[in-house]
T-cell receptor
Framework: ETGVTQTPRHLVMGMTNKKSLKCEQH?????MYWYKQSAKKPLELMFV???????ENNSVPSRFSPECPNSSHLFLHLHTLQPEDSALYLC??????????????FGEGSRLTVL | GESVGLHLPTLSVQEGDNSIINCAYS??????FIWYKQESGKGPQFIID?????DKRQGQRVTVLLNKTVKHLSLQIAATQPGDSAVYFC?????????????FGGGTRVLVKP
């Protein structure tokens, strides 16, 4: 069992649907991330939450809405997506302290297909 | 977690041989570099890191080399094993003071032949 759990593993949705991706980390970390991995681009950072506060929004369209209710849970709410949003969405966590370690712990991802 | 569809450079290596995976970065201000491994169906996994004040760092069967003059990073895997088959990504942290915000490269697929 990984320390970062993502659900669902696979999701197919229409462009008018509303769905959410869920991430839970069991590592006691204080930072959580959403990354997008698509066929056309390298891993792209979307959002960063540090101590539940959003510290980064990497120019992500508003049809993606993150939510971090506590330091263990992270959601990505999806609404009126486009087919080009089809990708693997990866959640990660890390322990941020005085020194950055670069060690992100990734979940196995949620494979999203937008029809 | 597989990078299906990406036209990744592929390194085919015989089991037991050494592997060398290369990565070029563009930002001379980057001060921290990391290598990740992504096996099929899984998320990326941290392998080893190196800071810009070093040019070499060794781990278990892996060595990372950093050449800041030509902005080049490499990962060497000794005695490559079938379990090393995966996609390998280099990542850089451009501004460590801004926290853990990594920029990933496109990846290299390593195929280990028995």
């Amino acid at each position: 069992e990984t320390g970062v759990t993502q659900t669902p593993r696979h999701l197919v949705m229409g462009m008018t649907n509303k769905k959410s991706l869920k991430c839970e980390q069991h590592l006691g970390h204080n930072a959580m991330y959403w990354y997008k991995q698509s066929a056309k681009k390298p891993l792209e950072l979307m959002f960063v939450y540090n101590f539940k506060e959003q510290t980064e929004n990497n120019s992500v369209p508003s049809r993606f809405s993150p939510e971090c209710p506590n330091s263990s849970h992270l959601f990505l709410h999806l609404h009126t997506l486009q087919p080009e949003d089809s990708a693997l969405y990866l959640c990660a966590s890390s322990q941020e302290g005085r020194e950055v370690t670069g060690e992100l712990f990734f979940g196995e991802g949620s494979r999203l297909t937008v029809l | 977690g597989e990078s299906v569809g990406l036209h990744l450079p592929t390194l085919s290596v015989q089991e037991g041989d050494n592997s060398i995976i290369n990565c070029a970065y563009s930002n001379s201000a980057s001060d921290y570099f990391i290598w990740y491994k992504q096996e099929s169906g899984k998320g990326p996994q941290f392998i080893i890191d190196i800071r810009s004040n070093m040019d070499k760092r060794q781990g278990q069967r892996v060595t990372v080399l950093l050449n800041k003059t030509v902005k080049h990073l490499s990962l060497q895997i000794a005695a490559t094993q079938p379990g090393d088959s995966a996609v390998y990504f280099c990542a850089e942290n451009i501004d460590e003071a801004a926290g853990n915000k990594l920029t990933f490269g496109g990846g290299t697929r390593v195929l280990v032949k028995p």
